[in-house]
């Protein structure tokens, strides 16, 4: 599929929010953004997912990272498709519940960027 990009794609209010994408699982996971890659801060970010790997996407401040407001995304070779894994059933623990503000502005977010997270250029 050449002349094709995936992006991912994030719509949030910038003078509320930034995004940061972080270099690794560890930054991912406690919400460092001392050190990003790059941070956005447009409003609205197409980003382009060149290259293999897993990229890591945070929210710049702590308090919405930390509410779960971040994005990892594995970009895979196109055709090449992973062999099916088994699939096993786990046992989750029950989510922690919000404000009432972080869940409305969140989930806004977390709804723009997954609108957005695989658009293909033509």
Excluded at 63 to 84: A, D, I, Q, T, W
């Amino acid at each position: 599929m050449k002349g094709s990009s995936c992006k991912a794609g994030f719509a949030y209010a910038a003078a509320q929010e930034i995004i940061a994408e972080v270099n690794s699982p560890e930054e991912y996971e406690s919400c460092d953004v001392s050190n990003p890659i790059r941070m956005y801060t447009d409003g609205i970010d197409g980003i382009p997912l060149d290259g293999e790997g897993i990229r890591y996407f945070v929210s710049g401040k702590e308090e919405s990272c930390k509410n779960g407001l971040k994005l990892h995304v594995e970009v895979m070779p196109f055709g090449n498709p992973e062999p099916e894994r088994p699939r096993v059933a786990v046992a989750a623990a029950a989510p922690t519940t919000p404000s009432g503000s972080a869940r409305l502005y969140g989930s806004s977010v977390l709804l723009l960027a997954g609108l957005w997270l695989c658009y293909m250029a033509i």
